[in-house]
Structure formats: C-alpha cells, structure tokens
T-cell receptor, first 113, second 114 residues
Framework: GENVEQHPSTLSVQEGDSAVIKCTYS??????FPWYKQELGKRPQLIID?????GEKKDQRIAVTLNKTAKHFSLHITETQPEDSAVYFC????????????FGTGTLLAVQP | EAGVTQFPSHSVIEKGQTVTLRCDPI?????LYWYRRVMGKEIKFLLH????????ESGMPNNRFLAERTGGTYSTLKVQPAELEDSGVYFC????????????FGPGTRLTVL
C-alpha cells in the first residue's frame, strides 16, 4: 500500500549540531521525494527535493540522500540554527496521472540556543 | 508571483453545519490538490484536479465532502454536514504540470467542528 514512515517524531539538538531525519517508503515506483518545512502557523514550504536518478543533493546546510534499493531517504541539516526549528515532513510521490504526495507523520525539530 | 491562497484561515462550526473552503492556486497552474492534516497525524491526500476535471478523488473520506473547480481556476471544498472527525487543517497545493512534481502549498484552513 501507499505508506511513508518517518523517524524520529521529535528531535532536539543544540545549536550548531547536525540533525538527521529518516524516511522509508513502500512503493518502488516512487520517483520523487520532497521535504517540506512547516513553521508554526505557516504553510508547508518545500526546502529540498530529490529524484530517483540521483543519490544525493545538497543546498547549503541541507542535504538529502536516497537509497532506492532500501527505499530509504534522509534529510541532513548541518550547523543547525534556532530558525531551523519547525516540523519537517518527508513525502514520496505516487505516480500515474496524479502524482499525489504521500507524507510521513512529521518530525518536530527543536534547536536549542 | 502570488502564492497559493486559502480562505478562510480559520473556521469554527457546529456539528451538522455546512462549511465551504476556498483555494486559489498559483496563476497558470492547471493542477490543484487538496490535502488534510488531522491533529498530530500525517498530511493526507484528498483529491486532485487537472483544470476543472477531477483526476483522482481516491482520498475523499465520504460523500459529505464535495470539491469543485468550475472554470479551472479556484476550487471549493464543501463539507455537509460536518462531523467532529472532520476537524483538522485543510491544505491546498498547486503545480504547473503534474510531471514537474513540485507542489506549492497554501497556508491552510483550520477547521474546528464542535
């Protein structure tokens, strides 16, 4: 079935440390994996995405890795800052003519100053 | 470029009443999606429009939910009659081309059914 598991559900780190959030998906046909950041009371914002023909993608302090064989993908945030505090959602697209997103349950990241 | 907008931002209604949520996608985006997040759980897909046509409504919970997109521009999602379990945040997202995948989200409508 369509399922994305996300861990951990909460993550607390000290400012400057790294944070890693992991997701597992079930449909081997998924080919697109976005990550959204949602600050309190705001809309989910796309922060990085990766397609299945790529193993890793970086954008400044944020990186995403994808292991298609294991059906795992992870978000890595280095040198965390208090403004990184938010809920992070991973998602996998289920294709066909819809490309609907199947989301993980979210990770509440708290960066302690 | 204006982002996806949703109205209202909050709605509090009593069980049995009707509520209509509105979404205005990014101009030129043919694809419009509705999602819902019930407290503490994942964001779940409800349905997908391509222009004015429903492409996939497999996530709609039941026939108390009716989505429309007349003219292929804005969309409405009506809940009638509302039940307690309908409470949550309803998000709308749009994308230019479903093959491009990138979906841009609106701020959501927080619906509370008492």
């Amino acid at each position: 079935g369509e399922n994305v598991e996300q861990h951990p559900s909460t993550l607390s780190v000290q400012e400057g440390d790294s944070a890693v959030i992991k997701c597992t998906y079930s449909d081997s046909a998924s080919n697109y994996f976005p990550w959204y950041k949602q600050e309190l009371g705001k809309r989910p914002q796309l922060i990085i995405d990766i397609r299945s023909n790529v193993g890793e993608k970086k954008d400044q302090r944020i990186a995403v890795t994808l292991n298609k064989t294991a059906k795992h993908f992870s978000l890595h945030i280095t040198e965390t800052q208090p403004e990184d505090s938010a809920v992070y959602f991973c998602a996998a697209v289920y294709g066909g003519a819809t490309n609907k997103l199947i989301f993980g349950t979210g990770t509440l990241l708290a960066v302690q100053p | 470029e204006a982002g996806v907008t949703q109205f209202p931002s909050h709605s509090v209604i009593e069980k049995g009443q009707t509520v209509t949520l509105r979404c205005d996608p990014i101009s030129g985006h043919d694809n419009l999606y509705w999602y819902r997040r019930v407290m503490g759980k994942e964001i779940k897909f409800l349905l997908h429009f391509v222009k004015e046509s429903k492409q996939d409504e497999s996530g709609m919970p039941n026939n108390r939910f009716l989505a429309e997109r007349t003219g292929g521009t804005y969309s409405t999602l009506k809940v009638q009659p509302a039940e307690l379990e309908d409470s949550g945040v309803y998000f709308c997202a749009s994308s230019q081309d479903y093959r491009a995948n990138t979906q841009y989200f609106g701020p959501g409508t927080r619906l509370t059914v008492l």
